[in-house]
């Protein structure tokens, strides 16, 4: 398991709405015509897009954007159409009659193993965590996942097996899936990530995502609300990201899509008609995703002005400090130093009587909710608390996981198994890049002194550049930048133009603002493409011309192909014509028998022969709990040998290595092997003087805990008062984060030096048993030396500097000699 920790302090300025003398209110556009009456539902929708984005705090758009009505068609629904030779599901989808009865739910309701002694082809039936979150839809102009558009559940008679050492227990891959990896390491380092401004955060997150093409997810974005909250104000992001797993699904042509999508996909009309296509895309998003990582993440934010900082006479580099050199993490540790402990104590005491700082509750997404009201409200006075519940939301999210950083691909890829599969593909592209248009940030007015716009949520907002303020970031000037300098930014893309010589162009122009002194636009004015889709469509036009006039015959053609048990067919396709040929393939481990072509014949059926995929190698070992391989593979070949494990601290008993033999089963058995408790020392810390052991590490110690040390005369740093501290306690305040400097020995008043009589002894000398008085201790008696200070001191006028232990000063000052203390540390070599 993997574990990320990051605390930022973002320097929010202020996020505003775009400036205007007056609110600008949102106004519709006109409402579109009525989409083609469903067959099936016997309803047609209209939409209607926002024309102008509320800017400068002007009104949200009242109503829906949406409404339905019922209407009457003479056309058949196509979901009640039959399926041949084929088992209909309840949706109306069709599955090969192979899949019947052999355990899984090929059809999501469970139809096809209803009427039936069901024999199963996989003894696994359990799919990875949460694996279902991969196959959700994704809503790029929204940043919102949809409903489901890829069937996780769905195995296709391949038994496809991945072992998981953390939780100790095989999951069967379903068919969506081409790779997944489990992560069992774990890491708790502490890092920090700092931005002048939230301009610059903005930016950061915005180029990320660009450059890797990686999504982060809902969580990493601010919402409207608590923009206005933190207007003028500098913020500490905690979070901590947990990542379990990480998933790559199947390519378009193999990715199983979910009932509910082919239903909307059966019910689109085979004319582009943008009401209905929008339809699923609000439903569905504008995309899947195509990899990513399961895991949970945690956040929380304190923001605060300026101005409580500039009081404070604090700048971010102090508060890094405190995070970076002394681990420690606001309301989970306790600081190790004074200054910072002072720091923290006084953001607590402020947040509960000064509106300059606040904490922002915080988000948990995964793991166990049980946790989730400790950490969604956190309170600075019990760390130990906070961080017990942190520790256990962490552990619960290897079995509640959610799907993290991802990337995505177009929805449209997944327009498959539906008549007219193509046409309504770059029906449902054209939509999508209509759809996208809509919510493009060129539409908002542009900031003032170089602001960032953005469109969240519906609203125009500005996002300031540091010592900028105001509503469009009118006020001031940013920081290290010359004023009146304006930065270009491109207007929106114009429609694509009419096809001319196989292409087509759009354009756009740096206008929004026009650069006056600054930097002009990146990227070029106009774009040119081949006219693709007007050229598959001329191709669809000719080769399924029932596509576009429904008084046509249907060009002939094989359903698809039948399954085959852990086997997959080569190079899909949607559309099979009279003669065509298909070529089956094996998953990993089997070996196909038979002849693998398969051709489509005039009745539009399947010629094949008989053929079977064959297992040729093993598959992972069964081990006893606790035991795990020294590597993981979803197959083994005949012998392959694998050398068997125990965790940390622990030993194994039985069989160290087995072997895949050729009965593709196991030798020796290692059915007896198991792992016990190793009893080991615990580790030794070796602290200093000056600090005490907490579990395996060594902090500072408070002055008070002191063990008896010898007496030194110090000034603080700005040398306003001296005093007598013994050595010890000023190198533990030193660790606390004060600091002295060494005084000259006469520049303290000192008590008088009396005889003492025994049992009154001081440190530097000892009783005598005869007389019943001390006397000074002899420097034999200063070892071992691990139990001093060392110090660095000039021991008589004339010699030169070395490192002595504070044992060795005091007793030559109880002997009378002057000894000159440079240094409450070893002299520098």
Known sequence: MHTTFSITFLFLLQMSVVSSDAPVNCVWGPWSSWSPCNACTKTQTQFRSVAVYPQFQGYLCSGDSKRTQACQTTQGCPLEEGCGNRFRCQSGKCVSQILVCNGDHDCEDGSDEWKCDSQYVCEFQRPPPKIEATG????????????????????????????????????????????????????????????????????????????????YGHYRYTHNEDLKKIQSKQLVEISSTVEVARVQNQVPQYLPISEVFWSSLYSLPVVYDYAAYRQVLEKFGTHYVSEGTLGGQFTAMLYFSRDYIESKKRTAWDFKKCVTETHTLFFFIRWTTTRCKTDFDDIIKTSKTDDVLNLKRGDVFGGDTAYSPTLTILDGNKAAENWNAFSKWAGSVKNLPVLLNFKTRPLYELVKEVSCSEVKKIYL?????????????????????????????????????????????????????????????WSCWSEW?????????????????????????????????????EQQLQYLRKFQPHCFDPSLEPTKSCRSPPSLFNG??????????????????????????????????????????????????????????????????????????????????????????????????????????????????????????????????????????????????????????????????????????????????????????????????????????????????????????????????????????????????????????????????????
């Open 568 to 829: 997959f067919i080569l190079d899909p396709k949607d559309f099979y014509s009279i003669g065509s040929k298909i070529e089956y393939s094996c998953i990993d481990g089997h070996h196909l028998v038979g002849n693998p072509i398969a051709e489509c014949t005039e009745k539009e059926t399947w010629r094949k022969s008989s053929m079977e995929c064959k297992r040729t190698s093993c598959v992972p070992p069964v081990l006893p709990m606790g035991v795990f391989p020294n590597q993981w593979s979803f197959t083994y070949k005949i012998g392959a040998s694998v050398l068997l494990q125990c965790a940390d601290g622990r030993k194994r008993i039985g069989v160290e290595e087995i072997r895949c033999n050729s009965g593709l089963s196991w030798s020796p058995d290692p059915i007896n092997t198991k792992c016990v408790t190793e009893e080991t020392t615990p580790t030794q810390v070796h602290c200093q003087p000056w600090e005490k052991q907490a579990q395996d590490k060594c902090v500072c110690k408070n002055p008070y805990q002191c063990e008896p040390s010898l007496e030194v005369c110090v000034n603080s740093t700005q040398r306003i008062w001296h005093g007598i501290k013994s050595v010890c306690k000023v190198r533990a305040q030193q660790c606390l984060g004060q600091h002295h400097i060494v005084a000259d020995h006469s520049a303290c008043q000192w008590p008088e030096s009396v005889t003492a009589a025994c049992p009154q002894c001081s440190l530097w000398t000892t009783c005598d048993d005869e007389t019943k008085t001390c006397h000074c201790k002899s420097l034999d008696e200063c070892i071992p030396s691990s139990r001093w200070i060392n110090i660095c001191v000039r021991l008589t006028k004339d010699s030169e500097i070395s490192t002595v232990t504070e044992c060795e000063v005091g007793v030559r000052r109880c002997r009378g000699e002057t000894p000159q203390i440079l240094k409450l540390q070893a002299c520098e070599e």
């Open 136 to 215: 959700n839809g994704y809503d790029m102009a929204k940043k919102e996942f949809r409903a489901s558009v890829i069937n996780t559940q769905l195995f296709g008679g391949q038994c496809r097996k991945i072992f998981s050492g953390d939780h100790q227990n095989f999951y069967r891959l379903p068919q969506s899936v081409v790779g997944y990896s489990f992560e069992v390491s774990a890491s708790n380092d502490l890092s920090s990530e700092f931005y002048e401004s939230s301009w610059h955060y903005m930016k950061n997150i915005d180029t990320k995502e660009e450059t890797t093409g990686t999504t």
């Open 497 to 533: 133009s009419s096809c001319s010589g196989g292409r087509h162009r759009r354009t756009r122009s740096c206008s929004r603002p026009v650069p006056q002194n600054g930097k002009n636009c990146i990227g070029n004015a106009e774009e040119t493409q081949n006219c693709d889709d």
């Open 429 to 489: 592209k054209r939509a999508t890049e209509a759809y996208l248009r809509e919510t493009d940030t060129c539409h908002c007015s542009p900031c003032r002194n170089n602001a960032l716009s953005v469109l969240k949520n519906g609203v125009c907002v500005c996002v300031c550049k540091l010592g900028t303020e105001g509503p469009a970031c009118e006020s001031g000037t940013p920081v290290n930048e010359q004023p009146g300098v304006i930065d270009g930014s």
